[in-house]
């Protein structure tokens, strides 16, 4: 098989962020960075008409568009549905930024508000609700509680993780029903080349 050359705005981005991992000195710069980065990236046209092919993710699953061998950060894409119902959860210790592409979703921040003193019980209050729309990046920080809810067309997300959670380090998985906490393991990563 031969490989194809990545997309050309992907390429830019991946070598942006290569540089950003290189200069600047902590976890939490560098995603800042990268979130700068990220809201260009979701405003190109010529990446959201490419996206318009992407699977859909339905079923716990990630594209897994990059992974940097050195510096460890991932990017990955999310394809929902029409009318998708997203779970709430945290990353674990990771940074995420979370971009939209294509359609619209709804994006949920809680916080929780128990003493943390009782193994599988949590306490929620929804502390916002921010309407995403393409070229909208929500940054999130280690164990910040969110989900994003699907709009009324298929929506596309581009996220950059600090580092890969899936399959390394199990996630927060919350309900309201309940107020029930478990641990869980991340979406399955399924690889896809975003080529020109
Ligand atoms: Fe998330």
Redesign the pocket.
């Known amino acids: 098989m031969v490989n194809s050359p990545r997309h050309p705005t992907f390429e830019t981005f991946i070598q942006a962020l290569r540089s950003a991992w290189a200069e600047l000195p902590d976890t939490e710069a560098r995603m800042k960075k990268g979130q700068q980065l990220l809201e260009e990236l979701v405003k190109d046209e010529s990446l959201r008409r490419a996206s318009k092919s992407w699977p859909s993710t339905e079923g716990r699953k990630n594209l897994l568009f990059y992974e940097d061998p050195d510096y460890g950060f991932a990017v990955n894409g999310v394809v929902r549905a029409p009318g998708r119902k997203g779970s709430i959860?945290d990353?674990a210790h990771a940074w995420?930024a979370?971009g939209l592409l294509d359609g619209t979703e709804s994006l949920e921040r809680f916080r929780r508000v128990d003493d943390r003193s009782q193994e599988g019980y949590a306490k929620l209050d929804l502390e916002s609700v921010t309407e995403g729309t393409p070229g909208k990046v929500d940054l999130?920080p280690p164990f910040d509680i969110?989900a994003?809810q699907g709009g009324p067309t298929r929506s596309v997300a581009v996220i950059l993780r600090s580092e890969r959670v899936a399959g390394r380090v199990l996630q927060g998985s919350y309900s309201l029903e309940g107020n029930l906490y478990r641990q869980i393991e991340g979406p399955t990563n399924i690889p896809y080349e975003i080529t020109a």
């Open positions: 959860h990353h995420t979370y999130v969110h994003e």
